[in-house]
């Protein structure tokens, strides 16, 4: 067996905060971990040199989108998507349940989800079983189970019950269907933002030995204290012995209170997103590089960040860019982003180690203008 091990290594006296190591068959992961969003087989804007010079330790690739494109006769042909986009480093997919529910005309059935393809309207099923074949056959270190991501307009108590039952049926058989044991695969624990049915959903998903587990269904557009309340209750009932992962968090804010209650990674497509939109991520705040006021700017994004694009460009180059269209631009502001977001856990990590992640926490909003709950 060549699965993933999680070492935790210390607990913050103070919080929840963990400072782990996962160790996989293509490197180890420091934990906390923020892992770039490679939808596409690709982290858009960036050769594979820059997601290694940013510190990436691991990326992920969305299962639904790389299934519909390039396809699995591709990805077979290519030997996986490690080979296929050369990236020698761990992986991880999500399980195409996020993307299918968001699909308009989706039908959920016991044996899975039936939509039209967003290509050619054909229709298409995905089920555990498939969905476990597609991440099998892209060859990620860490695959999920598939899962129902409930409408977050659904709020019909009954609805949410059916789901996680529902859920914890497909988990079983998504254990059942994954037999690639050079393959980890986590199990995702849901409920919404019903109390109960998160403890019940917890129970189910656990009672399953999966190598990790995932708290889903958060990040949709929930207020910070619903998210809040869920990460109290229900992270620290994870096991302690297995990674735990919250799916689509990435600001600065939403990070530190995930570690705060012991989560150990997440992922994002924000630092990208906001780089392609002239946004940077600095340590005092969000910087708008389209601003006139950069024209004359001779400083780089961020003073003494030591991303490329901070050792080697000002403010004024990457805004002439930005006005331009440049591809670059794109690139400069995404390579920072991410380093921005990368240093920022490696300094949570150090915290941590120092028993001082509280106290990191409250100068971090005190010398920035992050919003404290967003
Ligand atoms: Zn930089």
Known sequence: MNKIRYELLH????????????????????????????????????????????????????????????????????????????????????????????????KITEEGVTFKSPLDGSTIMISPEKSMEIQQTIGSDIAMAFDECVDTKITDYNYFKESVDRTFRWAKRSYEAHN????????????????????????QIISIPFDGYALGGLAVGEPYQ???????????????????????????????????????????????????????LTWKGKLNLKNSKMTFDDKPIEEGCTCYACQNHSRGYIKHLYKRDELLAKTLISIHNLHFNISFVKAMRKAIEEDRFREFKEEFFKTSTYPLKN
């Not at 997601?51 to 396809?71: C, K, T």
């Open 180 to 203: 690639r044991d050079d393959q980890a695969l986590f199990g995702i624990v849901q409920g919404g933002l019903y109390s109960d049915l998160r403890q019940r959903s917890l129970e």
């Open 11 to 106: 607990v913050d006296k103070y919080t929840g905060a963990r400072r782990g190591r996962i160790h996989t068959k293509r490197g180890i992961i420091e934990t906390p971990v923020f892992m770039p969003v490679g939808t596409n087989a690709t982290v858009k804007g960036l050769t594979g040199r820059m997601i290694e010079e940013v510190g990436s330790e691991i990326i992920l690739a969305n299962a639904f989108h790389l299934f519909l494109r390039p396809g699995l006769e591709v990805l077979n042909h290519f030997n996986g998507i490690h080979n296929f986009m050369n990236w020698k480093k761990p992986l991880l997919t999500d399980s195409g349940g996020f993307q299918v529910f968001s699909l308009k005309g989706r």
């Open 226 to 280: 619903e998210s809040e309340k869920v990460l109290k209750e229900f992270a620290n009932k994870l096991p302690q012995d297995k990674p735990r992962y919250i799916m689509g968090i990435g600001s600065p804010t939403m990070m530190l209170l995930s570690v705060e209650n012991g989560m150990d990674m997440f992922d994002c497509v924000l630092p990208t997103r906001m780089g392609r939109h002239g946004t940077a």
